[in-house]
């Protein structure tokens, strides 16, 4: 039966979770050109009429981990009733536990969950930290294109990476000092704002005429904007990545490579993409991940795009197209894949049946292998067979043969070892060998035992001689204050190294090694008196005046003495909250007084109000203060 009236619902509907900020879209989400975490925050900000210190010191703040909280409660503790935040890096749009620490305080306060695509935190465990620039960075024309059309301004997470210096739109280098004050600013200060100067407040945007655009066709222009693309291309896949998975997707993929281009040969491929061969050891086995900078640098030898490197699927044909063609180009600088064993013992068999014999060293080269290593590995008695057929066939060991040409006659080398046994300095055997162009001293001493073995003496004879004068010069050291190091002494006398010392006077070293590491620690107990004397100056000095009073560095404090470092560090701070609460109420009275004052004259009075009167209130408050 159909019924007449349609039917409505009396109950109240579930109401949707409300946020404790605007809930803002990020711009660019999915694109190279997406919004960062730092500029998101600035932009929220902004959106409620608050600086970035008030909104991140008393909202985020209040909804981040108390265990891991965004503002300590030491930084608050600095000023009385202050937010306590201070400018920050890009670090917060990283890969570290302090970018994870800001999306969660971010999104529980917008409600939004999308906010990590902000940050390179779906990068976490394929790149390492270290991945932003300094200061803020931005592309002038870029904020006045946005604000003529009537776009969001906002920053971009391609300006803040250190890999990519320069705008991919316009095609030149990116600002970094205001025009207007012309000082470098903080990448999120606790007045910062989108395309503004947190400084001055000045606009940072300019048109394309007051600029120097880049052609992107000019001579370099290509190279400079490359590693722009790649960076956006990475960028534009955030949203899509498995953090989980990244980083075995990477280094199945790098094998992928290895074996479509190098053959599996990880020396070839090192080679091809300017590698160091252990650093690609490492990062095919998983052990280490690539920073960025290097991860362009390979992906630029290859021409494949640094997403090929990340994606689930693999590199597709036209990315191993791509990179062969690069290694085409290139060139092959001599790196041969490498070889199976039944390769390498074909070739074993080939030169043992060779009409004239060839050294296993030449056999190994003819193959692609710079030692005889691998070979022996495949074949060790096959390899054996060849050396040995080589020696027999007497083109070995040419030198030992009569008629080959010596390096130096018999006679001027005689002459050599004269002129050293006649020197008050004697040249020792081994070096005179060396400077003459031989492996070792073995051919020189079997040649003439006896004037060598003159020389080792002579020289040996010359260095006990040196015992006393090392030791009045260790004694005197073991006198000075405070001691000198082992290696200062043995400076002075003219060595290198404090093992010619000990060889002559051990236990002279013994004492001196003493005496200096009881004047260390007398030192250490003298600095740590003077930092807890301090703790009675009034005001007590910070960390930082006491390291630079003291000639010393903070790591130093932290080491020896963390103890009295965080005592005083704790007092600096209570006298730095007692002082700002003694002027505030200081402020408080004079501002009282003020007014007493002014009530007296009658100045506050309606009824009495004059056009001069707010001049004449002004004028008596700059009186009593200034």
Known sequence: MQLPFESWSLSIPPAPPRSRLYSLEPVGGGTAMVESLTGYVARLAEAHSVSVGDLVGRVLSELADPNDPLITVAAKALRVGGHGFRACGYVINGVSARAEKWVNASETATLRRDLRSLTLLPFRYALPDHLFRWHRGWCALCFDQWRTSEQKVYEPLLWEIKASPHCPVHARPLDCTCPHCARRLSPLGVFSRPGRCERCDGWLGARATDKNQAVPGSPGGKDEMWPCTKVGGLLAMLPQVNPVAVRESFRRNLVVY??????????????????????????????????????????????????????????????????????????????????????????????????????????????GYTNTERLYHADGNLSHKIAARYRQSGRSHWWKKPGATRICDDAQLNEILERSLRSNEPTSVHRIAANLGYSNDGYVRQKYPEPCREIGDKIALAKQS?????????????????????????????????????????????????????????????????????????????VQELCKRLGITKWFMDKYFPAVRSSVAEHHRLCVSEETKRRREKLYRDVHDIAVELQSRNLYCRHQAAPGCSHTRVSVFRNRFF
């Open 466 to 542: 040196d015992s006393p004068t090392i030791r009045r010069t260790l004694e005197k050291a073991i006198e000075e204050h405070p001691a000198p190091t082992l290696t200062d002494v043995s400076r002075r006398l003219g060595y290198s190294t404090s093992s010619v010392l000990r060889a002559h006077a051990p236990e002279l070293c013994d004492q001196l090694v003493a005496r200096r590491k009881a004047h260390v620690l007398e030192r250490r107990t003298e600095l740590e008196e003077i930092v807890m004397a301090a703790l009675e100056e009034r005001p007590v000095p910070s």
């Open 258 to 367: 290895l074996e479509q281009i190098a053959g599996d040969n990880v020396l070839a491929l090192a080679q091809r993409v300017r590698c160091p061969h252990s650093i690609l050891h490492s990062w095919l086995d998983g052990a280490t991940v690539p920073r960025l900078e290097n991860l362009l640098r390979v992906c630029q030898f290859l021409n494949v795009p640094a997403s090929s490197r990340f994606v689930p699927s693999g590199p597709t044909s036209a990315n191993i197209a791509a990179a062969k063609e690069a290694i085409a180009i290139a060139g092959n600088h001599g790196v041969f894949p490498s070889r199976h064993e039944s390769e390498i013992r074909q070739a074993l068999l080939v030169a043992q049946d060779e009409e004239v014999p060839r050294s296993l060293s030449q056999v190994a080269k003819g193959i």
